[in-house]
């Protein structure tokens, strides 16, 4: 299976801190995508990052990738309590988005 | 900003019947996608769509399953006969072209099968 995973599962933080979330993923890939998910709603596209690029910034947003190491970070800085969802990275490949099993991030005011 | 729109937002069925999810995807976009998550789980890949078919589709795609883009603008998942298991958040997403492209996804439709 292509589909990215990420680590930890659940992150709880506290207003102000930094969060981070990662993500592995097994096959070659296009670019990889993270998405945010707010309970039982549709999924926001936050970042792309190409698979030629090491890293991009969003704002407060910070994705890496390392394409040897198959794996990507998103770092939140700044974190607000508005930012609590679930995280998923998706791999694109070709035809289709695969997605990981999410971290859900609790930002605690 | 362009959308991906999804009606409706939420379905309930009784098992056995046909449902029918719709979606307009961003005019311009030329893949169109049908994912969904079973509360709780991950986001699974059900079927992609380009030049009028299907490109690819997963094993959870059998024969119950079909899409169709009847009219140049709406992408329909049509569930045949529903079963208990096909109770989740089905997400309909659309890219433009090229590999260098995120998918825009819509706010789901929550199908409850009862």
């Known amino acids: 299976s292509q589909q990215g995973e990420e680590d930890p599962q659940a992150l709880s933080i506290q207003e102000g801190e930094n969060a981070t979330m990662n993500c592995s993923y097994k096959?070659?890939?296009?670019?990889l995508q993270w998405y945010r998910q707010n309970s039982g709603r549709g999924l926001v596209h936050l970042i792309l990052i190409r698979s030629n690029e090491r890293e991009k910034h969003s704002g407060r947003l910070r994705v890496t990738l390392d394409t040897s190491k198959k794996s990507s970070s998103l770092l939140i800085t700044a974190s607000r309590a508005a930012d609590t969802a679930s995280y998923f990275c998706a791999t694109h490949n070709f035809n289709k988005f695969y997605f990981g099993s999410g971290t859900k991030l609790n930002v605690k005011p | 900003e362009p959308e991906v729109t999804q009606t409706p937002s939420h379905q309930v069925t009784q098992m056995g019947q046909e449902v029918i999810l719709r979606c307009v995807p961003i005019?311009?976009?030329?893949?169109f996608y049908w994912y969904r998550q079973i509360l709780g789980q991950k986001v699974e890949f059900l079927v992609s769509f380009y030049n009028n078919e299907i490109s690819e589709k997963s094993e959870i795609f059998d024969d119950q399953f079909s899409v169709e883009r009847p009219d140049g603008s709406n992408f329909t998942l049509k569930i045949r006969s529903t079963k208990l298991e096909d109770s989740a958040m089905y997400f309909c997403?659309?890219?433009?072209?090229?590999?260098?492209?995120?998918?825009?996804f819509g706010q789901g439709t929550r199908l409850t099968v009862v």
């Open positions: 096959t070659s890939i296009n670019n």
């Open positions: 005019s311009n976009h030329l893949y």
């Open positions: 997403a659309s890219s433009g072209r090229g590999v260098i492209t995120e998918a825009f």
